[in-house]
């Protein structure tokens, strides 16, 4: 068992939260097996470590760069206002590499909990946009930055389910990662478009950008789910994007038990119960199962 000091990782952010918890943190699957059973309100929150044993990169490790751009210079209501080519590339790429991936034992596990646990209410929050959690089976959940699979009409605002590949044809054999690209020369009127007669807006992903507001339903939703869980499981995200990042510190601090499945820590490790480290896709199958 690890023996840790709960102290909280942003007073300036968390100010309500009490600085320092002293308590033990656990690593004891059998023992956080036995808090799940007479749980009654289950929380996930996931982020992109649970998709990268299928073999899509995490955003801030090996592997979280697309040409010479990290994630946050592109994933911006601005780049996408100067470069909507090069934008369109980007995730026309992250689409196809998606579609192409399959869930893994973790996102299955998960979904087989939900199955078997009819009795409790069951919820995962996503922080991730590849649709695999979907995709293996989960039924409630939520989607907190928008989807690959849906774009957004930059003039009638109407959001559709777009699993086209390519989407356009002008995307076709775009978007490779190599470094050595560089910029992008597609005229926007070959990018997609809506199809409505009276509109013919460029569509955009249906995706949360760096300094977008998320959307209020989805937000409420996740809000009033954290707010009443029981147990929340924090699986393979960094914890340092907003407002996700304070969704299961928030939890922890009102009473829920929260516990972290990671490959190595993270700024709110200690703000937790429990801190299972290895791939997720071999713990949380064990500790779901127990
Ligand atoms: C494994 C593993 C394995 C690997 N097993 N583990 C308050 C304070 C400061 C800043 C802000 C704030 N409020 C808002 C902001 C600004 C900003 C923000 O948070 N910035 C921070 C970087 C500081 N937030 C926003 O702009 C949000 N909007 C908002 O709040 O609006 C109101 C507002 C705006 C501006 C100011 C104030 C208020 C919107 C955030 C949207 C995030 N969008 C992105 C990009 C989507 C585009 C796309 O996908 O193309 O979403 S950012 C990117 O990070 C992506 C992810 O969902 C998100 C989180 O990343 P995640 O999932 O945690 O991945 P990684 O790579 O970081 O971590 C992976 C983890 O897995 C690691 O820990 C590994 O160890 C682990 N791992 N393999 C287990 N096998
Ligand atoms: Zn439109």
Not at 30 to 56: C, H, Q, R
Request: charged fraction near 20%; proline fraction near 7%; glycine fraction near 8%.
């Amino acid at each position: 068992m690890l023996i840790r000091l709960f102290v909280t990782h942003n007073k300036k952010l968390l100010g309500h939260l009490p600085s320092v918890m002293a308590t033990r943190q656990s690593s004891d699957m059998a023992k956080f097996n036995e808090t799940l059973k007479s749980a009654k309100n289950i929380v996930f929150l996931s982020g992109a470590g649970i998709s990268a044993e299928s073999g899509i990169p995490t955003f801030r490790g090996a592997g979280g760069m697309w040409r010479k751009y990290r994630a946050a210079a592109l994933a911006t209501p601005e780049a996408f206002g100067t470069t909507p080519s090069l934008v369109w590339e980007f995730y026309h790429y992250r689409r196809e590499v998606a579609a192409k991936a399959e869930p893994n034992p973790g996102h299955l596990a998960i979904a087989k909990f939900e199955k078997n646990n009819p009795d409790k209410t069951v919820t995962v929050i996503t922080q991730n946009v590849d649709g695999l959690h979907a995709r293996a089976g989960t039924k409630n959940l939520l989607e907190l930055h928008g989807n690959l699979y849906k774009t957004r009409c930059t003039k009638c605002k109407e959001v559709l389910v777009n699993t086209d590949s390519p989407i356009c044809e002008a995307l076709a054999n775009r978007g490779a990662p190599d470094v050595d690209q560089v910029g992008s020369d597609i005229p926007v009127r070959n990018l997609p478009h809506c199809k409505k007669s009276g509109c013919k807006g460029l569509l955009r992903p249906h995706i949360v950008w760096f300094g977008e507001s998320l959307e209020a339903a989805v937000l409420d939703k996740a809000e009033s789910v954290m707010s009443s869980c029981d147990v929340c499981l924090v699986v393979g995200t960094s914890s340092v994007v907003y407002p996700a990042a304070m969704f299961a510190p928030q939890a922890a601090a009102r009473g829920a038990i929260v516990a972290e499945f990671n490959l190595k820590p993270t700024p709110a490790t200690p703000d937790f119960h429990y801190y299972f480290e290895g791939p997720c896709g071999m713990t949380l199958p064990k500790v779901l199962s127990e």
